[in-house]
């Protein structure tokens, strides 16, 4: 298979530029935090991030990067980490707050703080960060990008397979920002209903797995021409890859959904122990005035 498709190492090094670039960002501005208050950001979610911004350079700037025209499984796996692992763990980084202090103040209140404050933008992203639309972001990604014709496009073009790439990552920012909340909202959904959300969105990665683990010809005939790495046919790598997408999918989508009950349950019972407790205090118990002081 011709590797003309591959961003070039010129463009691996600059992704690999703006990512270091994003993270420093972070840092400037969770250190200028950290120096007023050391609770604003706990260091697990400077942590979170970091891995987060980390998977994103394995994806694009890595050595990982020129084994996804080899082996199917090796494109699914990076198709799971610009979606599934890394925009949680950036959001898990609580990232709006150390960006907003880490970029020069000229620049935030000359650019940055008009554009969040206006009306139009706030609109947009309250738009943009409905659950729905979020859900049917992340669904379209998946299942237009897994037709073989765009597949194959994506894979013989370097610019449609860095377009494929963002699509994926903000696809999958989208979709975690209403499960992850990392600025509540408003119009922050009950955290019952993102249980079903996470469950609803299991629904076509299923399809999509199962299809491909189950199908007895190559969906993807480009990976014929293949070295066949590990000695694994062109079938044999796609039943890995739709293997793969199953079970990671299934994992993630549970321990959150797992998180959220727990969450969910314990916001209920937390809420429920005042009632209690003044139910059972003395002073609002019913007064029964005895029957002997009635009669007198």
């Not at 970029?103 to 947009?124: E, M, N, T």
């Not at 014929?224 to 046919?233: D, E, Q, R």
């Amino acid at each position: 298979m011709p590797h003309s498709h591959h961003v070039a190492y010129g463009s691996q090094a600059l992704l690999a530029i703006i990512i270091a670039f994003t993270a420093v960002v972070y840092l400037r501005g969770w250190l200028c935090l950290r120096s007023t208050s050391l609770s604003v950001i706990p260091a697990w979610r400077v942590s979170s991030f970091l891995l987060g911004m980390s998977l994103i350079w394995t994806v694009v700037a890595s050595p990982l990067a020129a084994l996804d025209h080899e082996l199917l499984t090796v494109h699914m796996l990076q198709h799971l980490l610009l979606m599934t692992i890394a925009p949680p763990l950036i959001w898990l980084g609580a990232p709006l707050l150390p960006f907003m202090h880490g970029f020069p103040r000229q620049l935030v209140q000359g650019v940055i703080d008009p554009l969040r404050r206006s009306a139009r933008v706030q609109r947009l992203g309250r738009a943009l960060t409905e659950p729905a639309f979020c859900w049917l972001a992340a669904a379209a990604a998946l299942v237009s990008w897994h037709i073989p014709a765009l597949f194959t496009l994506g894979l013989q073009s370097a610019g449609w397979h860095l377009a494929e790439h963002a699509s994926f990552l903000a696809a999958g920012l989208l979709f975690w920002w209403p499960v992850v909340q990392p600025r509540p909202s408003a119009s922050k959904w009950p955290e019952l209903s993102i249980i079903l959300y996470l469950f609803l969105a299991t629904l076509p990665c299923d399809i999509l797995s199962g299809f491909l683990v189950f199908c007895d010809r190559v969906v993807y005939t480009m990976y014929f021409s293949s070295s066949h790495p590990f000695g694994l046919s062109a079938l044999e790598d796609q039943q890995c890859a739709g293997a793969l997408m199953w079970t990671c999918v299934t994992v993630v989508y549970l321990v959150a959904g797992t998180i959220l009950t727990a969450k969910s349950l314990s916001s209920l019972s937390s809420r429920e122990d005042p009632l209690v407790q003044s139910e059972l205090r003395p002073d609002a118990l019913p007064q029964r005035t005895p029957q002997s002081l009635e009669a007198i």
